[in-house]
């Protein structure tokens, strides 16, 4: 089947990953991340003081802001900063940094569709280059069932989720076991999805449990290759700071 991106022939196929760290001297920790045309800006400030109202007496409090293209954030916008705002409650290790503050600042450079993920992927990044401790690196991937084919497509483009009849975005976290994805089927007594390496997934659309199924075990094998990249980032990163250091 030929997708609307002559770029891919596959409906597994991912576009071209780009990342670069510590882009922004204010920033305690800053990274951007593309998927393809998609591409987000992310900011990290924190821990770091905060207002007597917004201490937490046992762990940091954790704030995002999602700026937009052009114009003031809206719906759309503010549902990003939820969605990536209770995954990483749940993320990163705030109790060791009580009564301070942690604010994410994600900005949308460029959007040609998964921008949700595209966001995840680049707070990840800049998490990680703050050095804010995490219990695990997450990865995000986004699929649609085409409304013509009914087949499965990684990573759309704007065009393709134009023609989608469901859309899923899902984030992993890097503790799954890589080599089978066992853990995300469904499992045979409860016929309910193994969500252990889950952190977040929504979907939107008309769609059955089965396809949901296969939406996520196809977004799981894609989510290792991001996780594989983004440790390759990171792993560059140390590496080309420690060479600096030796200078």
Not at 27 to 47: K, N, R, W
Not at 111 to 118: E, N, R
Not at 159 to 164: D, F, G, W
Not at 202 to 226: K, P, R
């Amino acid at each position: 089947m030929s997708r609307l991106d002559r770029t891919r022939t596959s409906p597994n196929q991912l576009r071209p990953f780009f990342t670069s760290q510590n882009l922004l001297n204010r920033a305690d920790g800053s990274a951007q991340f593309d998927f393809g045309e998609s591409s987000v800006l992310c900011s990290v400030v924190g821990p770091a003081e905060v207002k007597i109202r917004d201490e937490k007496l046992d762990r940091a409090t954790i704030d995002v802001v999602a700026r937009p293209l052009v114009g003031i954030p809206g719906v759309k916008d503010k549902a990003i900063e939820r969605n990536i705002r209770e995954v990483l409650e749940s993320l990163v290790l705030s109790g060791l940094h009580p009564r301070t503050g942690i604010q994410i600042v994600v900005q949308t450079m460029r959007d040609d569709g998964c921008i949700l993920s595209t966001a995840f992927n680049a707070v990840i990044l800049a998490l990680l280059d703050a050095g804010i401790p995490l219990r695990s690196i997450l990865g995000s991937v986004t699929c649609i069932i085409d409304s013509r084919t009914n087949q499965i497509l990684l990573d759309p483009t704007t065009e393709e989720l134009s023609n989608a009849k469901s859309t899923h975005v899902f984030v992993f976290d890097n503790k799954v076991p890589t080599t089978t994805t066992e853990d995300i089927a469904m499992d045979g007594d409860s016929g309910r999805l193994d969500q252990s390496g889950i952190l977040f997934s929504d979907s939107t659309g008309l769609f059955t449990e089965e396809e949901f199924f296969e939406c996520a075990n196809a977004c799981f094998s894609a989510a290792q290759t991001v996780h594989g990249f983004i440790r390759t980032a990171v792993s560059r990163k140390l590496t080309r700071e420690f060479q600096q250091t030796r200078v």
